[in-house]
């Protein structure tokens, strides 16, 4: 469960991510997602989700072997003020494939399964970083130093 009684995805209602939070929030929570950072207790922004390619090696021909997917997501969550909630955070995720000149169509199906895999390890992640967060009001005024 959120510390939040409410929480605002700062991601367009298209995107995947936000979808696939939404569903898992709305399935799992009673915080409530809102439409807009103002009528909420929270928001969550993406700062940052890129995936990227490394080389890892090579054949004795020049060709690449072995490939590295890695995804690098940055995030913070903080109040309608601006203040932060969570300190800024990035999780990164790596996937090792190897790769083929001669089943290229079956190593990019690979690739996506990979990057697909990558999502929802990604999203679990970022949950339990919600779910672990102890923001100032979720505390009671008894434990506050």
């Known amino acids: 469960d959120l510390p939040y009684s ?9 995107n995947p991510l936000r979808a696939k939070l939404a569903r898992i929030i709305n399935a799992s929570s009673k915080t409530v997602l809102t439409n807009s950072a103002k009528g909420s ?5 993406v700062t940052g989700d890129s995936i990227t390619r ?23 969550v903080y109040d309608p003020t601006g203040r932060d909630l969570i300190p800024p955070g990035q999780i990164v995720l790596r996937r090792d494939i190897t ?13 996506v399964l990979l990057i697909r895999d990558m999502d929802d390890d990604m999203t679990q992640q970022l949950l339990r970083r919600l779910a672990s967060s102890k923001p100032d009001f979720a505390i009671p005024a008894t434990e506050k130093k």
């Open 99 to 111: 790769y083929d000149d001669n089943q290229v169509l079956s190593k990019q199906a690979e690739e």
């Open 41 to 45: 207790q929270a928001v969550l922004g």
């Open 6 to 14: 409410s929480l605002y995805i700062a991601l367009p209602e298209t």
């Open 54 to 76: 490394h080389i890892l090696s090579l054949s004795a021909a020049g060709r690449v072997t072995e490939l590295q997917l890695v995804r690098t997501f940055t995030f913070r």
